[in-house]
């Protein structure tokens, strides 16, 4: 309970911070401006990556502090590792990422700056031939806002270190977007679309030495039939972390 609190407050404080680049004003409905505000060229100047080459972003503001980061491709599979750096050797929090189809499930996720100059590198890990396009920002306070509305949403899940939990959804679900924090211990966890039994899409891998700093936060696009979340605590069984899934 206290917890949940600290991290709202810490939402809330941190949406305080930003500053309003260009006005947020959006004419279409409200389920196409969720996957609009998630369009590369609405986040930022987008970046084409090769394989096995990364591009670098600057936060210097520690005024500012959530980072928006949107991945896809022409449809072809992207794998990718997104790195948040403190200073010249420090990465606090480390995702990997992987979609089956970049242009259908491309990768939306979240990353804190703790508040401090940060920089994040997104590496392409995939092959030589599967170029990505890749764009970073920071958030814009409505993208802030839903994350923090997902908190209070609903009560979330313990999941203690090794433990599994699924939620299905069904076809009118477009979106489900996730939040996994812990008490300010190590978060090391998967989370996976699936559609149909263990037909993964869609994986992002998370590990961070403080998951209430950094929370794992992500947004599946989820066309279609028969889609399953499931979130893994990796972690050893005293590292518990808490999960929250909802419809966008
Ligand atoms: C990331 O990209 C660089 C090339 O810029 C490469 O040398 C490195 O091995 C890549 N992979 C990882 C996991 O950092």
Redo the contacts with the bound molecule.
Sequence with gaps: MKFTATLIALCAASANGFSINKPAVKTTTVLNAVATEWDLADIGRSVRIEG???EHWEFPDPNQEIVQVGVDSNGRPVET?I?LWIGPDWTPMKVKAYTEDGMMRPIQTLIGTRNKAAAI?V???GPGDFPLNAAAAYAKPSMVQQRADLLTANAGRYIEGGAVHSVNFDASVEQVQVCLYTDTRQLNAQVELLNGPNNFKQKFEVFTNNGLLNSLYVVFNSPGAGNVVRVTNLAPLEFPCKAFIASV
Excluded: K, M, Q, Y
């Design positions: 096995s080459s990364r590792l790195e590198d590496n392409n890990t």
